[in-house]
Each structure stands twice: as structure tokens, then as C-alpha cells.
């Protein structure tokens, strides 16, 4: 019993992001390699102009890991909440930062909180190509 309402609970909640993601682009063909390591070389060049020590994480339509780059000095906490970025960007088909601003509106969007594996901070954007999700890339 307890199961089955936590599943339909689960499910409610999830249908508020997507709701609001109803324009959203669809899935396409999975990024590949080649690509998604020309993603990381772009943010690990953006972040050593602005002398951050980042983690950066890709991953493809189906939310698996394509590439990933911790660089030096990069909290080890950040492997984790990269990969969770990325994959909640790819997932809900919308920049992790508008899920952060609908939280810090409070009332009915705290729901985001408690859905299992979104992780509702800036820093994850999908990758787009030709009006299709191809993947995702979170840091």
C-alpha cells in the first residue's frame, strides 16, 4: 500500500515540471563521444578564463554518461551534483536554472524537491540540436 501511493505520489509530481516543459523539444539521436568531449573542452575554456576549477559532466538523450572532466583543485562533491545536473536538464528538456527559479518562487513548486533525481540548481542545460534533445551537460 505505502508503495503504491509513494509511486502515485512520485508520479503526480512529476507531471508539474512537465507540464510546464509542454513545448519542450523532443528527444533525438544520442550526442556522441566526439561531440560531447568538444563540449567539455568549450566549458573547461570558459572556466579557465574565469580561473574556476570545475567538474563537467555530458550525458546522452537516455541520460548515461558520455563525457566527463574534473579538473584540478574541483571539490570532490561536485562529481556527483555535475553528473545529477546534466541528467535533470536532459530529463525534464529545460535549463536546471529555471527549476531553481520556480523553487525560490516557493508554494506549489517546492514539489520539485521531492521528486527522485532532480537536482533543481543552475548549472544544467540540454543540448539541442536541430529543435532535438541530444543530451545534456551539467556543471
Known amino acids: 500500500m ?9 508520479a503526480a509530481l512529476m507531471l508539474a515540471p512537465l507540464s510546464v516543459a509542454a513545448q519542450a523539444p523532443i528527444y ?3 550526442i556522441g ?9 568549450a566549458a573547461e575554456a ?19 554518461l558520455v563525457a566527463f572532466s574534473r579538473m584540478d583543485n574541483a571539490q570532490l562533491g561536485s562529481i556527483d551534483i555535475a553528473i545529477s545536473k546534466a541528467m535533470t536538464a536532459n530529463n525534464l528538456r529545460q535549463p536546471t536554472k529555471g527549476l531553481q527559479e520556480r ?11 521531492a521528486v527522485p533525481g532532480v537536482m533543481p540548481i543552475d548549472g544544467g542545460v540540454p543540448i539541442v540540436v536541430d529543435g532535438k534533445v541530444i543530451g545534456a551537460v551539467g556543471v
Open 2 to 10: 505505502l508503495r503504491r501511493m509513494m509511486i502515485a505520489l512520485t
Open 28 to 30: 533525438g539521436a544520442p
Open 33 to 41: 563521444h566526439d561531440a560531447a568531449m568538444k563540449a567539455i573542452a
Open 46 to 64: 570558459e572556466a579557465k578564463k574565469n580561473n574556476w576549477s570545475m567538474v563537467i559532466a555530458v550525458v546522452d538523450s537516455g541520460s548515461r
Open 103 to 113: 523553487i525560490g518562487q516557493g508554494g506549489a513548486n517546492l514539489r520539485l524537491l
